[in-house]
Structures are given as structure tokens and as C-alpha cells.
């Protein structure tokens, strides 16, 4: 069995999942997500078997809702893909328009799974009011049923009667964690949440996500960050105050979606940041060491 994933999300973690695993303690109660997304890296964890108990988190509920029928009710939302898929053959744009405008009335889970599975680059994209505006891709119908079917079916597998679903704001959620968890963090990057372009259901706000990292220093919770990047050429975001003394890696990418637009061979670099109790762990700390990228300055960029 391959690692599955269901729903795609563009910024999705499923080819870094294996990296990022490396730098987990060897015990871990749970595994806490709390901008769970395409949920890459609880699903990796749980294939091989890192951790046995996980909290899955989305303020996006309509994606939590999906979430929770295709852990507990996989045959049910299966059967719905299918039906969706099948129906939009020979008209496909304009029943796209007509399932998008379904689901903003509706929020039903197998609608969003078919905008997500058929959008332009599973680029999830929000208006002001908080409704689903990307656009079709109208050079694909959207992931063969088949294919969606295995991937439901063993994502259901591996987390059922082992996750619980919550969505809540992400400074609730880390209130559930305690020094026996390991929280692993995917928020927005700087400049892509306020005002940039509506990736996100809802903004964060970075003054008070610094706070919040304090506060599980403070309470001994070890957690993973993946929160800017780089591209050979530009960086995206501030790097995070050094006095939460957090372990910063660099994990090649690959080459980067835009670079692949424009026939450039130009790769992005996801930052990691390591917290400090978490780093100070014999295999985790060998690992961090392991990493050699270069990491530039602003001017290196500029």
C-alpha cells in the first residue's frame, strides 16, 4: 500500500512527510494537528506507525466535515464522488460551476471533495465572504473515482477509531497539548493570508501565533514548524525570533510550481524549525546536524 492522500491541497506536505518524520521523538502519546489541511503528515505518521492517537484540527469546518466522512464514513462518500464524477461528463466546466455553487449554499463534504480533486492546481481559493471561488481545471475531469476510492479507503484504515476531529481556533487546540504530544504546525505563510490572495479559509494573525509559541516553550511541548521558505531567488516571510530558540532546517523542495509555469529550473527550500526540547533529543539532534543547505540573508537574495 502506498501512502494515500484523498484530498489534494496545493502547499500539501505529502512529499516532505518523510523528512519531516525523521525529527520525531521515538514516544509520542498524540500527534496534533491544528492547520490540518491536506492532513499529510498525520497520514504519513500513522502509515508508518509513528503514532498511534491523533487530533486533526481545520478552522475550515466544511473541510473537517470531509475529513470526518471519509475517516468514518468512506463508503458513503465514495459512493457520492462517484455519482458527482460520472454525472459531469461531456459538460464538465459548467457542472463544475453548478457543484461550486452547491457547495456555497450547502458546505456538503462530497462537493468540496469534487472542487478539490477538479480546481485549478488544488489551489483552494476563498472571496471575502468566505466562499469557495477557484476555478476548474479544464484540462483534467478531476481524480478518477477508482483512484479516489482507494485513497478513501485507506486513509479510513489507518486513522479510524484513532483521531479526533476538531474545528476550532488552532490557540484552543494547543491548550489540548501536553510534554507527552508532539504538535506539528503548517499555518500560512506571511504575505498569503491577509489580503494575499484568499489561500486561506481565515487569517492568522502573526503577532499572536509568536505568543502562542511561547507559551508551548513554556509548557515544555515539543513541536515541528514548517512556517517560511525560499526560492533561489526570493524569501518569503521573516524568520521567527531567535529568543524562542527554535532549530531551523532547510528540505529542498524540489523545483518550484512557478519556476515549472515559466521553463525555469528554479527550486524552493521549505523552512523547518525544530523546538528546542525536541531538538535536544539524541536522533533528532544527529539529524538537524545532518542538514548542510546554505541558508542565505535577505541580501544573499537580493
Request: aromatic letters at 12%; charged letters at 25%; glycine letters at 4%.
Amino acid at each position: 500500500m502506498k501512502i494515500p492522500h484523498p484530498i489534494p491541497y496545493q502547499g500539501s506536505k505529502r512529499n516532505l512527510a518523510s523528512e519531516i518524520l525523521r525529527f520525531f521523538p521515538e514516544d509520542i502519546d498524540r500527534l496534533i494537528e491544528p492547520f490540518s489541511g491536506s492532513a499529510a503528515i498525520s497520514i504519513a505518521s500513522a502509515y508508518y506507525f509513528k503514532v498511534d492517537k491523533f487530533i486533526i484540527n481545520d478552522i475550515n469546518e466544511p473541510l473537517i466535515n470531509l475529513w470526518n466522512e471519509i475517516v468514518n464514513s468512506p463508503q458513503k462518500i465514495i459512493k457520492d464522488y462517484h455519482h458527482i464524477w460520472t454525472e459531469q461528463l461531456e459538460n464538465e466546466e459548467a457542472y463544475y460551476y453548478e457543484i461550486r455553487e452547491k457547495f456555497n449554499q450547502t458546505k456538503e463534504p462530497k462537493y468540496l471533495l469534487f472542487l478539490l480533486a477538479k480546481c485549478v492546481k488544488a489551489a483552494v481559493r476563498y472571496n471575502n465572504d468566505g466562499q469557495f471561488n477557484q476555478s476548474p481545471d479544464k484540462r483534467r475531469k478531476g481524480r478518477l473515482p477508482e483512484n479516489m476510492r482507494y485513497d478513501i479507503l485507506n486513509v479510513s484504515y489507518l486513522l479510524k477509531d484513532k483521531v479526533k476531529f476538531y474545528s476550532q481556533d488552532y490557540e484552543k487546540i494547543l491548550e489540548m497539548a501536553t510534554e507527552r504530544d508532539l504538535v506539528y504546525m503548517d499555518p500560512p505563510y506571511q504575505g498569503t493570508a491577509k489580503n494575499g490572495g484568499f489561500r486561506y479559509f481565515e487569517n492568522l494573525d502573526h503577532d499572536n501565533f509568536i505568543i502562542a509559541l511561547y507559551k508551548l516553550n513554556q509548557r515544555n511541548v515539543p513541536f515541528i514548524l514548517s512556517y517560511d521558505g525560499r526560492t533561489e531567488n526570493k524569501i518569503y516571510g521573516e524568520e521567527l525570533p531567535k529568543e524562542l530558540n527554535l532549530h531551523k532546517i532547510e528540505i529542498d523542495a524540489g523545483r518550484s510550481s512557478i519556476a515549472t509555469l515559466h521553463s525555469r529550473n528554479e527550486r524552493t527550500y521549505e523552512a523547518v524549525y525544530i523546538s528546542n526540547n525536541l531538538a535536544t533529543i539524541s536522533h533528532v539532534n544527529k539529524r538537524i546536524k545532518s542538514f548542510s543547505v546554505k541558508q542565505p540573508s535577505l541580501f544573499d537574495c537580493l
